[in-house]
């Protein structure tokens, strides 16, 4: 698939603070792998102390304070006009949840402060639309001070990143961390028994991944949405970004993309894919399996793409949902 890349408001932060301070101040990467479920107390000293190890180099913000119910809208207090250092940080309420997991995706509300005078910007916490983009993976963890703040912080903490735009205009960003979740690494739900007979058959190998019998699939003309697997997730919405697993091949059986061979799954804009996987996964349930028949129109069209997909193609994909955003 050629899609076009994501990035969240969280993102979006990073990768321009990133440009400034934030990559000059990479933490060490920890070689073990921590066995599952694991109760050691080391853990939670290990993990502070590497925390602290990945933020002693970055600026700290003094003169911030928040308060309110943790979990809740902060109010933030300050004496403006105030300065801040791009990619300075302070945790202003620290949470009273769960601990936060490595591999976990993190939703957190959000709003921008401008420092000057106080006014707010850019909030999620009045429409309830989290930034639900942060998937805290070791390698995250192990690039970005930032992310190793998160991984050792609780649910309900609350942290502030600064900001300068282009003009010099200073902002502090407040998150607050509302929950986290762990995204399945396949599609899981319950199997659709009632599939049409003249539909490609789908089997799925043990880690997952689908192979096809065409089953004498021809050229379609209108796009054909199969669910496979419904799963019991949030409903994609067409503006959404999805992370999915897939598989895509031609009708003679040819495979010419898939997820599952590079072993990651894909992270895409519906607003970035062909017209066929935008309509064909709008509506859809997270955990969902779903079988996509793709009429050239909704495809690559009389161009194709590359050397791989010929002009005119029909395309044929099985895609799980892992995660909406």
């Known amino acids: 698939m050629h899609i076009k890349t994501s990035i969240s408001l969280f993102g979006k932060l990073l990768a321009a603070l990133c440009a400034l301070v934030m990559c000059a101040t990479l933490a060490a990467c920890n070689g073990g792998d921590q066995a599952e479920g694991s109760n050691d107390s080391n853990d939670s000293s290990d993990s502070s102390q590497s925390s602290a190890d990945a933020l002693k180099d970055l600026p700290q913000i003094a003169g911030l304070v928040a308060e309110g119910e943790p979990g809740q809208k902060p109010t933030v207090k300050f004496h ?14 620290k949470g009273n949840g769960d601990k936060i997991k490595v591999g976990n995706r993190v ?68 998150w ?27 089997t799925l190998a043990k880690d997952g991944k689908p192979s096809i019998d065409m089953n004498g699939q021809g050229d379609v003309d209108q796009l054909v949405v199969q669910t496979l697997i419904k799963g ?50 709008t509506g859809q349930t997270v955990g969902s399996q779903v079988l996509l028949i793709v009429p050239p129109d909704l495809g690559y069209g009389d161009a194709g793409s590359g050397d791989t997909i010929p002009g005119g193609a029909t395309l044929v994909f099985v895609v799980d949902i892992l995660a909406a955003y």
């Open 80 to 93: 403006a006009p105030m300065s801040v250092e791009d990619g300075a940080y302070a945790v202003l309420q």
């Open 107 to 174: 939703c957190m509300q959000a709003f921008a402060v401008n420092l000057n005078d106080g006014s707010e910007m850019a909030s999620s916490w009045e429409k309830n639309t989290p930034d639900c983009s942060t998937l805290l993976t070791e390698d995250t963890v192990a690039q970005y001070p930032i992310y190793s703040l998160i991984a050792d912080a609780t649910i309900n903490t609350t942290f502030a990143i600064g900001s300068n735009d282009e003009s010099g205009q200073p902002y502090a960003w407040i």
């Open 176 to 202: 607050t961390i509302v929950s986290q979740s762990t995204d399945p690494t396949r599609a899981e739900g319950e199997a659709v028994t009632d599939i049409p007979a003249d539909l490609p058959k789908v």
């Open 232 to 281: 019991d997730g949030k409903e994609v919405q067409e503006s959404d970004t999805v992370r999915a697993h897939y598989t895509g091949w031609l009708l003679d059986g040819t495979q010419f993309d898939s997820s599952w061979d590079r072993g990651e799954p894909s992270d895409f804009s519906l607003d970035g894919v062909i017209d066929g996987w935008q309509q064909g996964l």
